[in-house]
């Protein structure tokens, strides 16, 4: 694009993302590791998920709901995050990448189920090629109701860990 | 005596704002997207947050994995210590000569290249394969630029030629010294793993260079890589605006004249990233094999410099 034309659009446009919702107040019953405050890096993980969620994910961390500016970034290796998104059912192939997932993520991690599907298998419990919600396979943090979730529900749930 | 400490004021004083120079650069882009940005000091949360994070390492990875970031932040920190960025003092016993400061960055990155192979994943070695490429083809045009500006002073020693060039402010307009600055200008964007050679936000590995050589490392090991290169962008890109512009340094340990060094470092350096970051915005990433072209036209421009600096002394 003609650099001239991109930075009037710049300037015309400005800001896109939204005004901040004030920060949702703690739970105390998340016991969320304090040494995450202020920065937190998050692996998506997707185990058997309609891809919904991860339109909804993909809004979260895009320029309108803007989650960076609580200070959540997505990274390309559950190695460098702390927290993992995971969305979906569990379907009988991604057991096995879930866990080893899990256990390549270094302490102190999070684990946030986003979505229906992943909270309690949703439109897809009883199908043949499920093993289960999240939370049957491994320990889950924090879940995200809705099918799919809002994007400003997944901003609340990051900004419970980033206390920002 | 003075000189030890002079270095080390140096050494602190660009550690402690590396983090900053980042989150500048990171904010400035966040805000022209259109984005809030997550503030300038992000880059200090992150490192305290990796720092308190424990350090797993995969089965089967060898010492590589603890030792390399070692390598590469201590290698980063003595460029830090031998490059003129606060003062134009230097180590009596080692030179902050030219040649140096290339053989301390080439450690980092081999340092680097077999930390992408140790855990022998895809992605490692094929990041490690092109980041070898990259310094093949960076490290003779960063000899050669520096090399063109060291010909009028008659030194390869930095310092000599920062304080020469600020001595006499025509050195600094001469047509070698433009297409020397440059030259070095491009190779500090590829050596660093800016756009348009490597984009620092991805997350396509098939795209990766630096990010792919670092995906197995966790917890501390991370935060001194992540430290280490971040210093190399402060080292380099403060050699390049002091070569630019190269007013303002200390070379007594009188407190005002420190005081105005690290404000000129500090300004220098923030605008220079802020700048950098404007740019990147309108730029994308070239194609891989591209990459070879646009860095040959960078050593074009420094063996240019370097013809222009014999005839035009």
Same mark, same amino acid.
């Given at each position: 694009m003609n650099p001239l034309r991109l930075l009037k659009l710049i300037a015309r446009n400005g800001r896109f993302a939204e005004p901040a919702p004030p920060a949702p107040p703690e739970d105390p019953a998340l016991h969320l590791p304090s040494s995450l405050r202020g920065s937190v890096q998050v692996r998506h993980v997707d185990t058997g998920s309609c891809n919904g969620c991860e339109i909804e994910l993909g809004a979260a961390f895009g320029g309108v709901y803007d989650v960076e500016r609580y200070g959540a970034r997505l990274v390309a290796s559950p190695r460098h995050a702390d927290v993992l998104a995971v969305t979906g059912v569990v379907t009988h192939n991604m057991v096995e990448p879930l866990l080893r997932t899990v256990e390549a993520t270094p302490q102190p991690r999070v684990v946030i189920a986003i979505g229906d599907c992943a909270r309690d298998c949703g439109l897809f419990a009883g199908a043949y090629g499920v093993a289960g919600s999240v939370s049957d396979i491994v320990d889950v943090d924090i879940t995200v109701p809705g099918c799919p979730p809002h994007p400003a529900a997944i901003v609340a749930a990051l900004r419970q860990v980033t206390g920002r | 005596m003075i000189d030890v400490f002079l270095v080390i004021l140096q050494v602190l004083v660009a550690t402690a704002i590396t983090p900053l120079l980042v989150g500048v650069m990171r904010q400035v882009r966040a805000r022209m997207e259109g984005r809030v940005g997550a503030g300038l000091l992000q880059p200090y949360r992150d490192v305290r947050k990796l720092l308190a994070k424990e350090p797993l390492r995969a089965d089967g990875s060898s010492i590589v994995l603890i030792a390399a970031p070692l390598v590469l932040l201590v290698s980063s920190l003595m460029v830090i210590a031998l490059v003129?960025?606060? !003062?134009t003092a230097y180590l009596p016993s080692i030179p902050n000569d030219l040649f140096v400061v290339v053989s301390l960055l080439l450690i980092g990155t081999v340092a680097l290249a077999l930390l992408g192979l140790d855990a022998g994943t895809a992605f490692g070695g094929m990041g490690s394969s092109r980041h070898m490429m990259i310094a093949a083809l960076v490290e003779p045009t960063v000899l050669m630029s520096v090399y063109a500006l060291s010909i009028p002073v008659g030194s390869s020693t930095l310092s000599r030629i920062v304080l020469a060039r600020g001595a006499d402010v025509t050195r600094v307009v001469t047509p070698a010294g433009l297409l020397a600055v440059v030259a070095l200008v491009v190779v500090v964007l590829a050596e660093t793993g800016? *756009?348009?050679?490597?984009? @620092?936000? !991805?997350?396509l590995e098939l795209t990766m260079i630096h990010e792919g050589m670092v995906l197995e490392s966790a917890g501390r090991d991370l935060a001194w890589l992540e430290l280490g290169s971040w210093l190399r962008l402060t080292a380099l890109l403060g050699l390049v605006v002091n070569l630019a512009l @190269?007013?303002? *340094?200390?070379? !007594?340990?009188?407190p005002l004249a420190l005081l105005i060094a690290v404000a000129a470092l500090c300004a220098k350096l923030l605008v220079a990233g802020g700048l950098i970051a404007a740019a990147e915005v309108f730029m994308a990433k070239v194609r891989l094999f591209r990459v070879p072209e646009l860095l040959a036209g960078s050593f074009v421009l420094a063996f240019l410099a370097v013809t222009a600096s014999y005839l035009a002394g």
């Open positions: - | 003129p960025l606060v !003062t800016r *756009l348009p050679v490597d984009n @620092p936000s !991805t997350h @190269p007013w303002g *340094l200390a070379d !007594t340990a009188q």
